[in-house]
Nanobody, 125 residues
């Protein structure tokens, strides 16, 4: 089984930064897609970033391009989401999710992921 634990959320002023962490235990994937997805009240869950753990390639959606970036410590089974220049519209519950990297997978969609963390709240005012 795989378990994910997020940390690093909090409240910041607009323009501030946060670094979210996602620690994984019991991983069975040789090459995983680890994503960060967020959900604000009244909105659908949307993917914002992902990383392929096998080669370190990472991706972000256009709305956070230039502000957010993912990285990993492969040996620690930990991924990070660095969030800079935060805006009020970034306010949401942020979830870490993991799934096997597969052909045709869409990292922006919740269906791509098999395991989920409990979420960490990010509030920007």
């Amino acid at each position: 089984d795989v378990q994910l634990v997020e940390s690093g959320g909090g409240s910041v002023q607009a323009g501030g930064s946060l670094r979210l962490s996602c620690g994984a235990s019991g991983s069975i994937y040789g090459d995983a897609c680890v994503g960060w997805l967020r959900q604000a009240p009244g909105k659908e869950r949307e993917g914002v970033a992902a990383i392929y753990t096998g080669d370190g390639n990472s991706f972000v959606v256009d709305s956070v391009k230039g502000r957010f970036a993912m990285s990993q410590n492969y040996d620690k089974n930990t991924t990070y989401l660095q969030m800079n220049s935060l805006k009020p519209e970034d306010t949401a519950m942020y979830y870490c999710a993991a799934g096997e990297r597969v052909s045709g997978g869409d990292w922006r969609q919740a269906a791509a992921y098999d395991y989920w963390g409990q979420g960490t709240q990010v509030t920007v005012s």
